[in-house]
């Protein structure tokens, strides 16, 4: 069992950075592939970037693309999304996801994904 706990959600205003943090603890998730998703209100939650176990896999979302960077730090028990030049349309809430793979995988189908953090709200307005 992976518990998963995000941070560093909150208001910025457009054009600024935001920086999410993603813990595992329980059980370690070195070998798993981690995902950040995000769900607006009234919408349904979508990928946003993944990161293999090795870090040397990355996939993002076209919305995302230039702007948001995945890092992971297995020593740590830690993956982070860099969130740069943020527009209002990247209000959401943000989730971290975790799940047991092969050393290649960034899945961004979000039904693979067997343990998920409880959510932090980033909000993009002027």
């Known amino acids: 069992q992976v518990q998963l706990v995000e941070s560093g959600g909150g208001l910025v205003q457009p054009g600024n950075s935001l920086r999410l943090s993603c813990a595992a603890s329980?059980?370690?998730?070195?070998?798993?592939?981690v995902a950040w998703f995000r769900q607006a209100p009234g919408k349904e939650r979508n990928f946003v970037a993944a990161?293999?176990?090795?870090?040397?896999?990355?996939r993002y979302a076209d919305s995302v693309k230039g702007r948001f960077t995945i890092s992971r730090v297995n020593a740590n028990n830690t993956v982070s999304l860099q969130m740069n030049s943020l527009k209002p349309e990247d209000t959401a809430v943000y989730y971290c996801?975790?799940?047991?793979?092969?050393?290649?995988?960034?899945?961004?189908?979000?039904?693979?994904?067997?343990?998920w953090g409880q959510g932090t709200q980033v909000t993009v307005s002027a």
């Open positions: 996801a975790s799940r047991p793979s092969g050393y290649y995988d960034i899945s961004n189908d979000k039904r693979l994904y067997s343990y």
């Open positions: 990161i293999n176990w090795g870090a040397s896999n990355t």
């Open positions: 329980g059980r370690s998730f070195v070998r798993n592939t």
